[in-house]
């Protein structure tokens, strides 16, 4: 049988090593992997909201509040707003599903399929969101109790990172998800509503 060349083993080697440096780098930065610690991926927004491509940072229309009924129907947290955070940002402890999380990830509960939260699991999500400054707009919180339209966290999940109401210090990240389409419409009211009647732990 004929030995392989010195310039074929090379080259082979090389490419073996690429591989290990990309597995090392996304190793290194689990958050570039995750729904994002500030965002997601675009997608088309809804009524009001941004256009942005998968992993883009969103459009610069900002959501239509004037028209937005945010009264009616009653939203409750752990019955409605829960299941969509579990479901789209806490699918790794990469993402938004680590309780101790580094700095521009908050916890936002744990897996979908990890059965139900805890009250304590609850607290922190309340802990680490709302009336909490965002790392990145520091001069927004990510859940304005009352008011979904400073609330960092619905700019992510619309996908209006460069609504002219967004300011951020160096970038807002990306759109939530990351890498995935932009949730519905109707997802992305349940949480406005929850956030424009209070924001209460119900």
Not at 59 to 73: L, Q, R, V
Not at 166 to 184: E, F, N, Q, R, S
Request: neutral net charge; proline residues 5%.
């Amino acid at each position: 049988m004929r030995k392989p060349s010195k310039n074929f083993a090379f080259v082979a080697l090389t490419k073996i090593g690429a591989f290990a440096l990309m597995v090392l780098g996304a190793a290194a930065n689990p958050a570039d992997s995750c729904c994002g610690g500030g965002a997601g991926s675009g997608g088309s927004g809804g009524s009001g909201g941004g256009d942005g491509g998968a992993g883009g940072g969103g459009g610069a229309t900002c959501f239509d509040y004037a028209s937005f009924e945010d009264m009616t129907p009653t939203v409750m947290f752990k019955a409605d707003v829960l299941p969509i955070l579990r479901q789209s940002c806490s699918a790794s402890t990469a993402c938004h599903g680590d309780e101790s999380p580094p700095k521009g990830q908050p916890y936002l509960g744990p897996d979908a399929m990890a059965g139900s939260a805890s009250t304590m699991q609850i607290a922190k999500i309340f802990e680490q969101n709302v009336d909490v400054f965002s790392s990145k707009a520091t001069t927004m919180k990510i859940v304005d109790r009352f008011s979904p339209q400073t609330s960092f966290l619905m700019h992510k999940i619309d996908g209006t990172l460069t609504c002219a109401d967004v300011k951020c210090d160096v970038d807002c990240g990306v759109a939530m998800p990351k890498d995935a389409a932009i949730l519905p419409q109707a997802q992305r009211d349940i949480v406005r509503r929850w956030i424009a009647q209070g924001a209460i732990n119900n």
